[in-house]
Each structure stands twice: as C-alpha cells, then as structure tokens.
C-alpha cells in the first residue's frame, strides 16, 4: 500500500510540476563567438547563415530553442516573420508593452528562471528589430526611466551597434517604447 502511495505521489509531481526550459550553460560564451561571427559576416562566409538571421539564432544560442528556425526555409526566420510567428504561436504569449514596468519586470524574472522572453519592434515600413531578454538584473535606464531587463541585440543594418548584455534600452529608443512588444514562451 505505502508503494503505491508513493508511485502515486511521484506521478502527480512529475505530472503537475511544469517543464522549465533549460538555458545553455555556456551562453554567454556562445553569444560571444555568435557575435564575432555576425560582425563578420558580411565580410567572409557563413555558411548560409545571413547576418539578418542572428537575431532569431540569439534565441537557440542562448536558450536551445529552434523556435524561430524554419526547416522548410533552412534558416533562421526574419525579425518580420518572428513577429508573425509570436502573433499566431501558441507556444508565445504576448507579455505587454515595453512601457509597462511589471511586464519588464516579469521578461527578466522569466529570463532568470530559464524561460525565453523577447522584445520586438516592427514599423510602419515592415522593418524591425528583436531582442533576446537573458539572465541578468533589472537596471535604472535614464532614457527610458524604468528599470529595464538584460538583452542581447544584433543590429543587421548597423552592427557596430549590436551588444550581448545591456539593458533592454539601448535597443529601442524611448520614443519607439509605445510599440515594443514583449512575448514570452509558454512551457
């Protein structure tokens, strides 16, 4: 009787505990040659990989997620078709805007227990950007006025622009905030 209790009480854990993402261990380090890679790209090659795909390959360096990886494609998705993909996946759920303090707060909570959360941006032409929220600290931005996550960001028209752990800020200037999105994967 006590064995079956037990066996019981271990499925209902392993059943009801939510599967938390596992963040690769060495993501930082990764992200690093990520970005030497992208700051070169232009200049040798790349094996296929277009220096306007490392936004969306951010998101399976840091977190193992190959969500925005299109196998019929065999390439990483466009900030444009991330955009779409979040909008209509139901593994991604909107957060908020990047205006709001407690969806900024939730993205680096999220980050830090291994769940991916990005930001995107996209304009009226069709054009964006997107970051990777990652494991860090919320920090006091002057620009923006709030504390803001960490973020990892490659800028595929202006690369020397592009970082690996800043303030979600130095993204997206503050007069873009209104129309900065959050998502968050769903585990």
């Known amino acids: 009787m006590r064995g079956l209790a037990l066996t019981t009480l271990l499925i209902t854990l392993f059943f009801s505990t939510p599967f938390a993402q596992k963040i690769n261990r060495n993501w930082n380090q990764d992200l690093q040659a990520d970005m030497s890679a992208f700051k070169d790209c232009a200049n040798v090659s790349d094996n296929g990989l277009s220096c306007n795909q490392y936004p969306g390959k951010s998101l399976s360096t840091v977190y193992g997620l190959k969500d925005f990886y299109s196998a019929s494609k065999k390439r990483y998705l466009s900030v444009v078709e991330i955009s779409e993909y979040l909008k209509t996946n139901a593994k991604w759920e909107e957060l908020g805007h990047a205006y709001?303090?407690?969806?900024?707060?939730?993205?680096?909570?999220?980050?830090?227990?291994?769940?991916?959360?990005?930001?995107?941006?996209?304009?009226?032409?069709?054009?964006?950007?997107?970051?990777?929220?990652?494991?860090?600290?919320?920090?006091?931005?002057?620009?923006?006025?709030?504390?803001?996550?960490?973020?990892?960001?490659?800028?595929?028209?202006?690369?020397?622009?592009?970082?690996?752990?800043?303030?979600?800020?130095?993204?997206?200037?503050?007069?873009?905030?209104?129309?900065?999105?959050?998502?968050?994967?769903?585990?």
Do not use: C
């Open 100 to 187: 709001e303090p407690d969806v900024l707060q939730t993205a680096q909570e999220r980050a830090n227990k291994n769940r991916a959360s990005v930001a995107i941006y996209i304009n009226e032409e069709g054009e964006g950007h997107m970051v990777v929220i990652v494991p860090g600290e919320l920090k006091p931005s002057g620009s923006w006025g709030l504390k803001v996550p960490a973020s990892t960001s490659f800028f595929a028209k202006s690369p020397e622009k592009s970082y690996l752990t800043r303030g979600l800020s130095y993204a997206f200037p503050k007069n873009l905030i209104k129309n900065v999105f959050l998502y968050g994967r769903k585990y």
